[in-house]
Each structure stands twice: as structure tokens, then as C-alpha cells.
């Protein structure tokens, strides 16, 4: 007598299939209730805490989602696996240094401004890698921002080892709390709403299978150059606000922690759902802090955590969060 | 005037001549045959006349337009679509939403652009339908990766209508399918011609393509070794040595 797991969609959800969805209360929250309660949660927990210590946290998480999201984007959306998003994070981060101290622009402005130049450096530097398939991309990007890092260290400009300080701080302790909440659900929202599109679509199969979009007349270098464009503007964002947080820029904005955290946000939460590595931030920045106490051990239980999230779901919690919620399981016998 | 002219195109990889100095013209409106053992070089040819390849030399032109060095994309902006080999969809979405990539094409998007994706999805049903997908079934439904071989192929060949192309390239369209399903891919091949496309078949199934195509080309080695009318082809004793134990 052998059995076989068999998964079916709930009823639910296939009632709210489309426009259905909207015919009953119930349908309505069944599809609200994910999006709305997890932006509910973010957006009331500045409110909520009360240490300067967890708030401070928080908005680290987000950046850090941030930035997991635009590693994300590019890889669902052309198939680049990047191994260096500390360029874009790193890139940001010294535009808003150098135009906040040698312009005296103040951080709206920098926030703004070192977003798109440094999405559009970014995507130049990265214009000729993107031919490159696979690991041959991987490596290159790899060694983007320690090229950068080690150039800074050696020529000692833009403060060299030393780095950039006395770099303006957010007018208002409020905005510095929401703005990067606020820009990152904006984000996860838009990104996901593209996706969605026929661009998106035309995005997706780019990774999938570039040889029968080339042969379908689109031309892939100038669809990858608006995705890598659009993931290093949000690196880059999240690289200036992260200047503007601490007041500081320093070579360690380009570290490679901030190439790998990305992609292990990506494991944890489920690569290719752009929700997904947001979630996956939001578990392990708070979790790396809280395992400060532990010292070195702290290394350990993170890698240790990591390896049983990969070997156990290595879809992700947010696919495996969305199977739970939208299919029922059960054994049958064959 | 002739609308494809290939002219003493060659291409090596590595010491082998995969394509040696081969040329031959295709009349607006014909079918032309392109037929060889395996290794001759008929993949290569396809490869640069699209684009994916550039020739070593030689030059390629396209409704009087020089075309050898530009990219697919170009070339299929132009209106030459191609077939692969090897059936690749895009696996994970539904047959129709496959179209959506040619249909988002700049050639063909200005046609459907009003804004709204629901027209792409309209102009890629009715494409499905056209080469034979049941239209009030599941099947345009499915996800690719599910569809049996013979609908794969309806796929590929919808997705290179889709880009409403003067040429229409087929790299052994035939092939990996039964002779039923050949026998009902022939008609919508005819149905093609009818309409005025043109066409150049890389095939191995010699007994349907003689009854499609105007002219032949035979490839050996990377040489053009004969080409004609099938029947022509057919009597050459060159091709009959090549093709010892073929079964016309």
C-alpha cells in the first residue's frame, strides 16, 4: 500500500482567483491579510519599541532589506547572479559622504542624488559584464567593490582608510525611522507589481532561457542594463541612507559581509520572490545582533542556522509560507 | 528580386570548417530546402543567417538590406524568425504566455500597445489557435514544460508567427515526431505558403520536405555539394552517394 503526498489548492484560493476575489468579505481579507498585516506590523513597530537601541536595529533591517531586494531584482529579472552588491551599497554610500561634505547638500538632496548617479556609475562599470553568463558575471562583480575598497585604502583619497566624517545626520529622528520603511514596502510593492507586467514577464524569461528571447527580436543588453539600473539605485539608496544614519563612510561600506548578506537574506527568505529576501532580512539582521553576546560562538550559530535553513527549506520561508497558506497537503494511497 | 542572398559564407570553429564558401538565394514566396548529414553544417548556416553567429567571411542580404553582422535581434526586427533545434519554451509559464516575448518585440509592440496586457494575451490565443491549439480547451493553459513534443513545436513555431516575419527559418522542425503528427504539420506548413511566406526548411525528413519545398539545397562537409528542384535532387548521383541508405 504506498502513498503519495498530494497538494491541492485550498478552496479559498481558487474562489479568489481574480476578480472573484473581491466578492466576499472574507475573499477579500483572505487576499489583503498577506500584504496588509506584515506592512501594518513594519510600519507600527517604530511606534511600538521603545529603546533607541531596537529602533536603531530596525532601520538597519531595512536597509538591509533594501539591499537584499535589489540583489533579488536582478536576479529573478535577468538571471545575473551578482556577488557584489557592496558596490552599489558602497557607491551610494560615498556619493551622499562626498556631496553632503564637500557640496553641503543636505541629505534630501544627497538621498536623491546619490541614488541615481550612482545607479547610472554603477550600471556603466557593469556594462561590459553583462554579456558574461554565469559564474563569469558572479566573479566579475565579486571583485567590483574590492577594487574599489582597495583603491581608496591605497591612493588615500576621499578619506582613505580613515573615512568620511562629520557627514549630516536626518533633520527629524521620525523621518530617519519611516523613510527607509516607507521606501522599501514602496519598493517590494512596485518591483512585485512589475513582475506582474509584460515586461516583467519578459524579464522572468530572460533568465530563463535568453537564446529564444534574443530570437524573439528583444534586445537583452538593454533590458538587463534597466534591471541592473534599477537594482543599484536601490543599493545605491540604501548605501545613503546607511551614510546618513551613522554620520560616517568609510571603506567597510564595500566589505564583502555586505555582498554575502544579501544573498544569504535571499536563501533564508526564498530567492525570486523579491518579498521573499525582505523577509529573509528581517530574521537574520536582528538575529545577528542579538547573537552579539555569544562573541565568536555568534558566527557559528549563524552559520549553523543557515546551513539547516538551506538543507531543510531551501525554497525559503516565504515559499514555503505561500505554499502553506495557499495549498493543502495530504497523503493519498495509490 | 531575390529576398535572401547568401554569398561565400564561411565559418570555422577551431580547425573544422563548419560552413565552407556556401551560397544560394531564396525567391520571395518559396520553400527552400536545406538538407545534409549530420555535422554539414546546416545549424551553423541557420546560426548566421540569424545572427547568433557570425560568418569568418561572406556576406548575407536581406530584402536587398546587407545583413551579415547583426545581432538576433536585429535580424528578427527585420522579419527573419528562427526555430531552435532543440525545443526550448519558456518552461514555468502557460503555452500562450510564451508569445507575450515575441508579441513584446518592438517590431510587433507598437500593434498591441494600448496600455492594457489583456490585448497580448487576445493576439496570443488566436496565434495558438492558428497553428492548432484546441482554443476552448485547457491546453493554451498549461504550463510549457507540460506540453507533450508535438504541441512544443506548434509553440515554437507560433512564437516565430508571432513576430509576423517575411522568413521563416525551421531548424529541423520535423523531428521527434511521429509520422501522424508530421502528416498534420504539413498542411499548416502549406498554409504558410499560401499566404505568401517564405521559407527555408533544415530538415532530415526527406519524404516531407520534398513535398514542401521548391528547391533544395545539399550541404556536405560545409560545402554546397548540389542543389535544385526535389526531383532534381533526388536524380543527382552526388547526393545519392552522401545519402547511401536514406530513405526517400
Known sequence: MARRLERIDRPIKVLTEDIYALSSISNMLYVAAPRFIPTLLVLLFPLLTPSAYMQRVATLTAIYGLLALSWDFIAVSTGLVSLGQALFFGMGAYLAGLLNLHFGLPPALTLALATILGASICTVLLTPCLPLRGIYFAMTTLVYPLLMARTIEATAIIGGTDGLVGVDSFPDVWLERYLILIFLLGSTFSLRRLMTTDLGLVLRSISDNDQAVRASGINLTQYKLIAVWIGSALGSFAGAYFTHLYMFVGISAFSLDLSILPIACAVVGGMGTLAGPVLGAFILVPLAEMLRDLGTLRIVSYSLLLVALVLFKPEGIMSYLKRKYEQVERWVEV | ?248
Request: charged residues 25%; hydrophobic residues 40%; proline residues 6%.
Open chain 2, 1 to 248: 528580386m531575390d529576398l535572401l542572398v547568401v554569398e561565400e559564407v564561411s565559418k570555422g570553429f577551431g580547425g573544422i570548417k563548419a560552413v565552407d564558401r556556401v551560397s544560394f538565394a531564396v525567391a520571395p514566396n518559396e520553400v527552400l530546402g536545406i538538407i545534409g548529414l549530420n555535422g554539414s553544417g546546416k545549424t551553423t548556416a541557420v546560426n548566421i543567417i540569424t545572427g547568433f553567429v557570425k560568418p569568418d567571411s561572406g556576406r548575407i542580404w536581406f530584402k536587398g538590406r546587407e545583413i551579415t553582422a547583426l545581432p538576433p535581434h536585429k535580424t528578427a526586427a527585420l522579419g527573419i524568425a528562427r526555430t531552435f533545434q532543440t525545443v526550448r519554451p519558456f518552461r514555468n509559464l502557460p503555452a500562450f504566455k510564451n508569445l507575450i516575448v515575441p508579441l513584446y518585440s518592438p517590431r510587433i509592440r507598437k500593434y498591441t500597445e494600448s496600455g492594457r496586457s489583456g490585448d497580448r494575451d487576445a493576439v496570443a490565443l488566436d496565434l495558438l489557435e492558428e497553428v492548432g491549439f484546441e482554443r476552448d480547451s485547457h491546453v493554451p493553459y498549461k504550463p510549457a514544460s507540460t506540453l507533450p513534443h508535438g504541441y512544443l513545436r506548434r509553440l515554437e513555431l507560433a512564437r516565430c508567427l508571432a513576430l509576423r516575419p517575411d522568413l521563416l527559418v525551421t531548424d529541423e522542425l520535423f523531428s521527434g515526431l511521429s509520422a501522424s503528427e508530421v502528416a498534420s504539420m504539413v498542411p499548416l506548413i502549406e498554409k504558410l505558403q499560401q499566404r505568401g511566406m517564405t521559407l527555408i526548411m533544415v530538415e532530415h525528413r526527406l519524404r516531407e520536405l520534398f513535398r514542401l519545398a521548391n528547391r533544395v539545397v545539399v550541404l556536405d562537409r560545409g560545402r554546397k555539394v548540389a542543389e535544385g528542384s526535389p526531383t532534381e535532387i533526388v536524380e543527382n548521383s552526388t547526393v545519392k552517394e552522401t545519402y547511401l541508405g536514406a530513405d526517400l
